[in-house]
């Protein structure tokens, strides 16, 4: 049985304020942010007041859209996240999901079909046999969490941008979105999908994906934090109307760079 999905909630206001100062006192966000993280400075740019519950939770939104303005300005698809070692990977590498390890979804490989919808021409159905088929690219990277903690780990699969372009997605437009087997659902900027580094994968550490990790494949990209890549794809689409995403519509950062 799949997990019920959680509610949506209130904005996580300290989460936001915390991810605003991280992003925003990094060197190459100094300049830009250096007098906006007072309440005053931030108020102006936003054009928010913050008299009451609801308009201090439109503050918050509002300081939200700005960071993801914000890096998606200085975001740079051609800069590489750091690759690492085989002695480097973490052992175990952590499992990380919002439901625990035995509520893993089990995905039939017998039936499985990868569905296509939106900006793109081309929306064949995928069977596994054919994704797995497609060019190989492998990477080892660092998964970092929002919650503090990171892993590395040894990814492989086929270059997202390569499938993109093969199955005619519209690469001007402005949003891919994800749909997954456990009832999650991401989206992602078209610039990141296009980053080399991003990576549709079907194995972890040199074996087929195992489900703990995303079977039957997960969106890999080291430049995100680990909600922003989706496991247990089902459905992938291109889209100019902003998707959203299943922690993101609960107050988290929605570009989430790593």
């Not at 991280?22 to 008299?51: D, H, V, W, Y």
């Not at 939106?118 to 797995?132: H, N």
């Not at 941008?161 to 949003?175: E, I, N």
């Amino acid at each position: 049985m799949k997990p019920e999905r959680k509610p949506a909630i209130k904005l996580d206001r300290e989460s936001i304020l915390i991810d605003a100062r991280r992003e925003l006192a990094m060197p190459s966000r100094r300049l830009f942010g250096k007098q906006l993280l007072t309440l005053g400075g931030l108020t102006m740019l936003t054009g928010c007041s913050i008299t009451d519950n609801d308009s201090v939770n439109t503050f918050l939104t509002a300081v939200s859209r700005l960071n993801d303005r914000a890096q998606a300005f200085i975001f740079d698809p051609t800069q590489m996240a750091p690759t690492y070692t085989e002695a480097q990977i973490t052992r175990p590498f952590p499992f990380n999901a919002f439901y625990g390890i035995d509520d893993v979804p089990e995905v039939d490989a017998s039936d499985y079909k990868l569905q296509l919808s939106g900006l793109i021409t081309g929306k064949k159905t995928w069977m596994l046999p054919e994704l797995y088929a497609l060019p190989h690219a492998e990477q080892i990277t660092r998964h970092i969490c929002v919650e503090g903690w990171s892993a590395i780990g040894r990814w492989g699969g086929t270059p997202f941008g390569d499938f993109l372009r093969r199955v005619g997605a519209d690469t001007s437009a402005k949003y891919v979105g994800f749909k997954c087997a456990d009832d999650y659902f991401e989206s992602i900027d078209m610039p990141t999908a296009l980053h080399p580094q991003t990576l549709l994968t079907f194995e972890y550490d040199g074996a087929r994906l195992p489900p703990k990790y995303g079977f039957p494949m997960k969106l890999r990209m080291p430049t995100k934090l680990g909600y922003k890549n989706p496991k247990h794809i089902v459905e992938m689409f291109v889209t100019n109307t902003y998707p959203g995403g299943y922690w993101v519509n609960q107050g988290y950062n929605w570009f989430g760079g790593s």
